[in-house]
């Protein structure tokens, strides 16, 4: 579904996001607070999810599968989209596979997830100074915002906060494996004999 990445609403939606929601926003600083952001950062996830198994029912296809950090991504991505500065998005072939990075590792992403499910399930985090935030209060969709996002309450970040972060990475890296910047390929070089080429 190219045509959606395309889309000027889609995309206008997402930059506004990160206007209203910048990761460097400190309430304590700027004296304001933005409220109930765990719950508008799952919304606006899930809108974006049923928005998108809406196109895929349009055109025939089945609703899209959860991604799992152990398995193969099916199908590839062709972004077709180049940089302002210059250069193409890289793309993604078929069946490609999640890999370890340098800082993050595959285990640690199945870790998150499972603190995540884990949380959810006892309506509660725990964060690293012991503390344990309730997620079934008044101010429990507020509070899911540490689940995801660790910058913006980083004293009661838990490490499933990274979970987000870490999964856009891994994501971004999987057309460059060994922490390699993403280089054209070259063709190979051929030399003619006569009528073959080899």
Known sequence: ?????????????HSHWHMDFPFWWKAAEYGIEKDRKGELFYYM????????????????????????FEEEIEHGFYPQTTYRVGGE???????FEFHDLEHIKIQDMLDYTRRIRNAILKHSVLTK????????????????????????????????ALCNNYAHILLGQIPTPHHRPAQPRQRPRREHRGDRVQ
């Not at 996830?45 to 959860?66: F, G, K, T, V």
């Open 129 to 160: 100074t012991g503390e344990h935030i309730a997620l079934d209060n008044e101010h429990g969709s507020s509070s899911s915002e540490i689940l995801w996002n660790p910058r913006w309450r980083p004293s009661t970040t838990t490490t499933t």
């Open 45 to 68: 996830h899930h809108q974006m999810i049923a928005r998108y198994d809406l196109e895929r029912l349009s055109n025939h296809l089945a609703r899209e599968q959860p991604l799992s």
């Open 89 to 95: 998005f890289p793309s993604r072939q078929d069946n």
């Open 1 to 13: 579904l190219p045509y959606l990445g395309e889309d000027v609403g889609l995309n206008s939606h």
